[in-house]
C-alpha cells in the first residue's frame, strides 16, 4: 500500500510497476475448474492467509492502475516452486510423505530461474496486465513423490486440514500455509496461454523438469517418466544444454 502511494503522485517519475504475485489468488476447492484463466478471479471469495493477502493485494493493484494511466503495470501470478528452501519442497522431500486420503491432485510448479526471467523481461519490455506464469505440463501429487523417491503415506483427513498442518508441523517439521494443504487436497493449474502471446517466451522448465531439478539437488535418482523414453530424454538433454549455456556465461 505504500509503494502504490509512493508511485501516485502526479509528480511521481514512476512509469511501470511490476508486481509480483502468486497462483495462490485462485485458491483450490472441489468444484474449481480444470485451469484457471487470469480472469477467474473471484473478488468476494472467502479466504484466509495468503490467498485472502494476495486477493487484497491485487485489487488495491488494480485500484491503482485505473487511476493512474500513465504507469503501466504488469501482474505476474507465479507457480508454485519447489527449491529447497521453500514448504513444498521440504514436504516432497520426506522419505514418508502423509497425503490426503483419497487424493491425488495435479500440481503446476515453476522453476525459479523462469521465475526471475518472467520478472526480468516484464521490466525491461511492455506487458500491462496481468499473466499466469507455469511451467508446461502438471505431474500428479504421487509422481512428484516417486521422483522423489518417497512413499506415499494417504493418512491426512480430508476434512481439518488445519489438524492435518499441526500434525506435519508438530511431527515431521513442515510447515505447510493453508492455501498450500488446499492444493495438496484439490490441485490448482492455471492456464498460461497468455504469457507467449504477449512475451513472445515461456519458462525453459517445464512441471516435470522443475520437479528433477529438485530431485537432482536432492542427489535423488529420477525415476522414470511415464511418457515415452524419447521424449524424456530429450527433455533431459535439453536441461543438461541449458544449464551447459547459463554456467558459460557466467
Not at 189 to 218: I, N
Request: aromatic fraction near 8%.
Amino acid at each position: 500500500m505504500n509503494v502504490l502511494v509512493g508511485c501516485a503522485p502526479p509528480s511521481s517519475p514512476v512509469r511501470k510497476l511490476v508486481v509480483k504475485s502468486s497462483q495462490a489468488i485462485y485458491g483450490a476447492g472441489p468444484n474449481d475448474p480444470s485451469f484457471f484463466s487470469e480472469e477467474m478471479i473471484n473478488w468476494d471469495k472467502v479466504a484466509s492467509g495468503v490467498t485472502r493477502d494476495v486477493l487484497e493485494m491485487e485489487q488495491l493493484v488494480s485500484e491503482f492502475a485505473l487511476r493512474n494511466e500513465l504507469c503501466g503495470v504488469t501482474v505476474l501470478r507465479l507457480g508454485l516452486r519447489v527449491s529447497e528452501e521453500t514448504s513444498l519442497a521440504r514436504y516432497l522431500s520426506l522419505p514418508v510423505v502423509p497425503t490426503f486420503a483419497g487424493f491425488d491432485p495435479r500440481l503446476q510448479l515453476l522453476h525459479e530461474d523462469d521465475a526471475a526471467d518472467a520478472i526480468v523481461r516484464a521490466t525491461v519490455g511492455d506487458h500491462p496486465g496481468a499473466f499466469n506464469v507455469a511451467g508446461d505440463g502438471v505431474v500428479l501429487l504421487s509422481q512428484a513423490i516417486d521422483i522423489m523417491g518417497g512413499t506415499a503415506a494417504p493418512v491426512l483427513p480430508p476434512y481439518a486440514r488445519w489438524f492435518s498442518r499441526l500434525g506435519l508441523r508438530l511431527l515431521a517439521g513442515v510447515d505447510l500455509p493453508s492455501h498450500l494443504a488446499d492444493v495438496l487436497a484439490y490441485g490448482s493449474v492455471m492456464d498460461c496461454s497468455r504469457l507467449p502471446a504477449e512475451f513472445d517466451w515461456h519458462p525453459g522448465y517445464s512441471t516435470r523438469q522443475a520437479m528433477d531439478a529438485l530431485a537432482r539437488g536432492k542427489q535423488v535418482e529420477v525415476i522414470e517418466a511415464p511418457s515415452p523414453r524419447q521424449e524424456y530424454e530429450l527433455q533431459v538433454y535439453l536441461q543438461q544444454r541449458r544449464r551447459r549455456e547459463r554456467q558459460l556465461s557466467n
